[in-house]
């Protein structure tokens, strides 16, 4: 489907869900994307790739030891599948729920149906993982939402191979400066 192509129309009962004015924000995490472009719409932000998000491993003591016996990776790989990636696409703070939902209905049909609830679920798994946030107010940009943000909390090097950590036009990938 080219993105001249998208259809957007209006959702019944998106307008009531709890979450519909709510603007669902991605937190700090380093996160790529990788792979073609799939479906995707005229959005700012959106490719249609796939996205992986990475998070450095913490170790318990006994991890540890294991850790330096066994050997292994200090980093964990999420690869989303192309319904997750576009809402973490769309997840940038500047638009609400209700806009999501409208924008993966009308690029997912009945494979995200019913829309409201599989969005909320996606959001609600984001949150659990803690890389998302749902915002009462649009995104004020108070931290960098970007591909290839390096939590302050996390060591990890900047690139990984076969991901591209590039920020489209628009994606913010540096802290704020605090004043």
């Known amino acids: 489907m080219a993105n001249g192509d998208l259809i957007m129309t209006e959702l019944p009962g998106v307008e009531e869900h709890e979450l519909a004015s709510t603007y669902p924000t991605r937190l700090p995490v380093w996160w790529g994307r990788e792979g073609v472009a799939g479906v995707s719409p005229d959005e700012a932000g959106t490719t249609g790739r796939k996205i992986v998000l990475r998070f450095e491993k913490k170790f318990g003591k006994l991890e540890k030891l294991v850790f330096k016996f066994l050997g292994g990776t200090k980093e ?7 319904l997750n990636s576009m809402l973490w696409e ?8 209700a806009e999501i939902c409208t924008i993966m209905d009308s690029l997912f049909h009945e494979k995200v149906a019913p829309v409201q609830d599989r969005t909320a679920l996606g959001l609600n798994q984001f949150q659990q993982l803690g890389v998302l946030a749902i915002m009462k ?3 004020d940009q108070g931290w960098p939402t970007g591909p290839g943000v390096i939590p302050p909390s996390q060591t990890m090097t900047e690139r990984l191979d076969g991901i591209d950590s590039e920020p489209l036009e628009g994606e913010i ?4 400066l605090e004043s």
């Open 173 to 176: 990938v540096e802290w704020p």
């Open 76 to 82: 964990m790989k999420r690869p989303l599948d192309n």
């Open 137 to 139: 107010t649009k995104f």
């Open 90 to 97: 769309l997840s940038d703070g500047s638009r609400t729920f």
